[in-house]
């Protein structure tokens, strides 16, 4: 208010000024660097740019903020399904053991992933071991073949393994998450991929900030009878006695299955923990970015400001001046 | 800025505490040395995944002479009802039948069917009805009960055991396909498990 006063003031003692083209700073606001020059050569970016970019950083950093509540509440939410659910697969683990090196013909990679973003960099790490996985299994007569759990690893693999996807599946938090829609989950992917090994692949939950990339591999029934009969980590399943069903094939194909809706499961858990916690890391410091934006914003703003009113009053003190003497 | 140095300190912390999760038994190096081997050929420039063998406490091995007690693990999807617990007996329904397991056992896979699974401590014994699962002893006295449902006695409603039994067998008589005759028989079968496991 005052300033405009004071350049009103300017315009009328000192006609020598060219006028401002403030009607065209005005009128184009969306160009960041519109510079120009003032009387005596100082040249300032117009206030009225830097005003409206602190508007748009103030409402980015609280919407950032905002956002990183909400993954911290969700967190909270998931992360006790998440811990309860840690105990399901470890019996899985001291019967077969694990054998992440297991050589078979038809590998299956299933991929954890989010369907939203914004969470840090964890749907392409996942995506990367997935590949990475994929090329360590490949060779002659070997296949690999991907399912898809969530949007953000479809966009990625879809790009350069279109042929090698066998099943996409997304929005499986629209409801929250439980052991009956995974096991149905687990259910279709077994029916409809013809597999020796599955792998899959998704972020372990350790804490806020750390997730570490896991892949847990379950075996089909003719693997593990075939690991077995050759000795070495599943030599002692043949010690194992089998009670009920007519064959032992059997109980081991319910075995197989059992442990990979238990295995999902709780990947499925940990990877929405995982994403929600990246999730609010990332905002966390997005919003932190937004904040030292703006106190650069406002530096420059104030120094603007001062600028222009500094010029005024030159103007106004010597036309002054030069009226009188 | 140092708040962003703040934030880095919790990495090195938790990378600590996840690698004292590695203490795997020795034969799990072997199989994870190839994998890691493997790996490092193929994608020289990223580490590789972890495996669930990383994040397991190790199991004692089977000890010479037979323990005094059988340690249970009885693990559902959303808790674990009773980790480590050492116990006398335990006592499952599995395909075959009841079963009853005690320190020393031999090493078994077996199936459970909707049944009573009790626990019995000294003089006190816990029962929970369970869904379906499965049950592994091992040769060290461990055993590990997975169930996908388990509730305690206590919480069965009767009224309800005995509408769903009469629902489902009304069901089976007015099954029509396979799917449907065979959901109806499971519904049947859980039902009528839940009447005796509360009158027996």
């Not at chain 1, 693999?157 to 096991?183: A, C, F, G």
């Not at chain 1, 997730?211 to 075939?226: A, G, K, M």
């Not at chain 2, 395909?95 to 056992?105: K, V």
């Not at chain 2, 592994?136 to 009960?145: G, K, L, P, V």
């Amino acid at each position: 208010m005052a300033m405009a006063a004071l350049r009103r003031e300017g315009r009328r003692f000192a006609p020598l000024i060219s006028p401002r083209p403030i009607s065209a700073v005005r009128s184009s606001p969306i160009v960041p660097t519109h510079e120009y020059e003032g009387p005596i050569g100082v040249r300032y970016i117009s206030t009225q740019v830097v005003r409206n970019r602190m508007k748009s950083v103030k409402n980015i950093q609280k919407i950032t903020k905002a956002m990183k509540m909400v993954a911290a509440s969700k967190l909270r939410a998931v992360q006790t399904k998440a811990e309860n659910s840690r105990g399901l697969w470890q019996p899985f683990t001291a019967l077969l053991g694990d054998l992440p090196s297991v050589d078979v013909k038809k590998n299956v990679v299933v991929t954890i992933s989010s369907d939203k973003g914004l969470c840090g960099g964890i749907n392409s790490t996942s995506v990367k071991i997935s590949k990475g996985i994929y090329k360590l299994n490949s060779g002659p007569e070997k296949e690999t073949k991907y399912v898809i759990l969530g949007e953000k690893a479809k966009a990625q693999l879809i790009r350069d393994s279109k042929k090698d996807i066998e099943l996409i599946i997304t929005e499986l938090q629209k409801n929250p998450l439980s052991y009956t829609q995974v096991s149905v989950l687990a259910d279709e992917i077994l029916k409809n991929v013809e597999y020796d090994a599955l792998r899959i692949v998704f972020n372990k939950f350790h804490s806020v900030v750390s997730f570490v990339p896991t892949v847990s591999t379950v075996l089909s029934p003719e693997i593990v009878e075939r690991e077995s009969e050759s000795g070495g980590k599943l030599g002692e399943l043949d010690s194992y006695e089998v009670e009920g069903g007519e064959t032992k094939g059997e109980i081991l194909q319910n075995l197989a299955e059992f442990q990979f809706s238990c295995v999902m499961f709780n990947a499925v858990l940990e990877n929405a923990c995982s994403e929600q916690g990246a999730r609010m890391s990332a905002m966390d410091s997005s919003s932190r970015n937004a904040g030292d934006m703006l106190d650069r914003l406002t530096l420059t703003y104030n120094r603007t400001r001062q600028a222009s009113i500094t010029t005024e009053l030159i103007e106004i003190i010597s036309g002054a001046s030069a009226l009188e003497g | 800025m140092l708040r962003r140095a703040l934030g880095l300190l919790p990495r090195p912390i938790a990378a600590a505490r996840a690698r004292s999760f590695s203490t795997d038994l020795p034969a799990a190096h072997t199989a994870d040395a190839t994998f890691m081997e493997a790996w490092n050929k193929v994608m020289p420039n990223m580490d590789p995944p972890k495996t669930p063998l990383s994040f397991m406490h190790p199991r004692p091995p089977t000890p010479s002479s037979i323990p005094p007690k059988l340690t249970v693990n009885f693990v559902l999807p959303y808790a674990s009802e009773l980790s480590t617990k050492e116990v006398d007996m335990v006592i499952v329904t599995a395909t075959t039948g009841q079963m009853g397991f005690l320190p020393g056992h031999v090493a078994t896979i077996a199936e459970l069917k909707p049944g009573v699974l009790s626990v019995h401590e000294g003089s006190e014994t816990t029962k929970y009805f369970v869904s379906s699962g499965f049950v592994f002893i091992h040769a060290n006295s461990f055993a590990d009960i997975i169930a996908v449902e388990a509730v305690p006695l206590d919480r069965i409603d009767a009224n309800l055991v005995q509408k769903g039994l009469a629902d489902f067998t009304q069901k089976l008589s007015s099954a029509t396909t396979e799917l449907e005759k065979a959901e109806a028989q499971i519904g049947i079968d859980v039902h009528s498990a839940l009447n005796s496991a509360l009158t027996g």
